[in-house]
Nanobody
Framework: QVQLVESGGGLVQAGGSLRLSCTAS????????MGWYCQAPGKQRELVAS???????NYAEAVKDRFTISRDNAKNTVYLQMNSLKAEDTAVYYC?????????WGQGTQVTVSS
């Protein structure tokens, strides 16, 4: 089983930046892929960005060129650097780990962007 602890959300003005962190309770190299998802009120949870064990990244079209996913293997931590934030980025952001055929989710962290 994998436990994920997220941090870094908050309130920011449009055009600002935030960095989210997600630390896993298992060795990073045993996790197939990690990703960040967002869920706005009344909407479905959707992929923001992901990174595989091999380092391949994938981004939602809406965040390309603004968000960057990265990881620190030594700290078992994945980051989401969010720049040029927009009001429409407001959501709860969840970290997900794909580990041994199961998906594990963090508790979520609120990101609110004021316009």
């Amino acid at each position: 089983q994998v436990q994920l602890v997220e941090s870094g959300g908050g309130l920011v003005q449009a055009g600002g930046s935030l960095r989210l962190s997600c630390t896993a309770s298992v060795n990073f190299f045993s996790i197939n892929a990690m990703g960040w998802y967002c869920q706005a009120p009344g909407k479905q949870r959707e992929l923001v960005a992901s990174i595989t064990r091999g380092g391949t990244t994938n981004y939602a079209e809406a965040v390309k060129d603004r968000f960057t996913i990265s990881r620190d293997n030594a700290k078992n931590t994945v980051y989401l650097q969010m720049n040029s934030l927009k009001a429409e980025d407001t959501a709860v952001y969840y970290c997900k780990a794909s580990y041994r055929s199961y998906d594990y989710w963090g508790q979520g962290t609120q990101v609110t962007v004021s316009s």
